[in-house]
């Protein structure tokens, strides 16, 4: 926090992201994301609204799975006459257009909310120095802490979070609405304390223009 600043302000928390889960790996150990203290009403509404969704996800799976058994045993089912072949290949074509559908409307609710989602997202994380596979940062580093360790100030923009993969998402979200790991579902890889306010605020940065070496994955 600057010297002058309002000690009554909220210091922005720097958080490890070693318990971020992605396909089963953790991308981003040893790294970290930096969000704002501060929660709007419109950061509130976005996460009451994620977390509708979720439930609402989550039934339209159950929904799909439900029709997906029903094409399994229609297309096991053998035998009979001719009538009933007929009413069997009936219903295996409704079947087959009720899974569609179900895959279409989730695919609709999520689109429908993802950017309302990703603008919540963006406008509380503030700084990060996460890489890609590669070890190259996922956004261009603009910035040095006083060890000369490169990170990126984020712009508030929601197309820099939709640069993410939908698990990373899932972890930012959480890391929001201040969910444990187990609780998100995005991993058990981290210490129970990755996930907290990790104490004091950072220290002072200074931005820096050059360009930054590449980084290895762990």
């Known amino acids: ?9 909220r210091a922005s928390r720097r958080i490890p992201s070693d318990d971020c889960v992605v396909e089963g790996r953790h991308p981003h150990r040893g790294e970290w994301v930096e969000i704002s203290g501060a929660t709007s009403v419109h950061d509130l509404r ?16 159950d929904d799909e799975e439900m029709v997906r058994r029903e094409i399994v045993e229609l297309r096991a089912t053998t035998g009979g006459d001719a009538a009933t072949r007929k009413e069997r290949e009936a219903q295996l074509h409704r079947a087959e257009k009720d899974l569609q559908d179900a895959v279409e409307a989730r695919i609709n609710l999520i689109d429908g ?12 994380v503030v700084a990060w120095n996460w890489t890609n596979d590669l070890g190259l ?5 603009n910035a040095t802490d006083e060890d000369g360790s490169p990170y990126t ?15 990373e998402m899932t972890y930012l ?8 790991p187990a609780e998100r579902k995005n991993g058990d890889g981290g210490s129970p304390t990755t996930s907290s306010d990790t104490g ?19």
């Not at 004091?200 to 762990?218: G, I």
């Open 173 to 180: 979200r959480g890391l929001l609405t201040g969910e444990a």
């Open 200 to 218: 004091s605020p950072p220290t002072a940065r200074t931005p820096s223009n050059a360009s930054a070496p590449s980084r290895t994955k762990r």
């Open 46 to 61: 976005a996460q009451w609204n994620a977390t509708s969704l979720a439930v609402q996800i989550e039934s339209l799976r």
């Open 1 to 9: 926090m600057p010297k002058d600043a309002n000690p009554e302000k």
């Open 113 to 124: 909310s993802f950017d309302e989602l990703a603008k919540a997202v963006a406008r509380r």
């Open 137 to 141: 940062p996922i956004v261009p580093w």
């Open 153 to 167: 100030i984020l712009d508030g923009s929601s197309a820099t979070i939709e640069l993410v993969e939908p698990d």
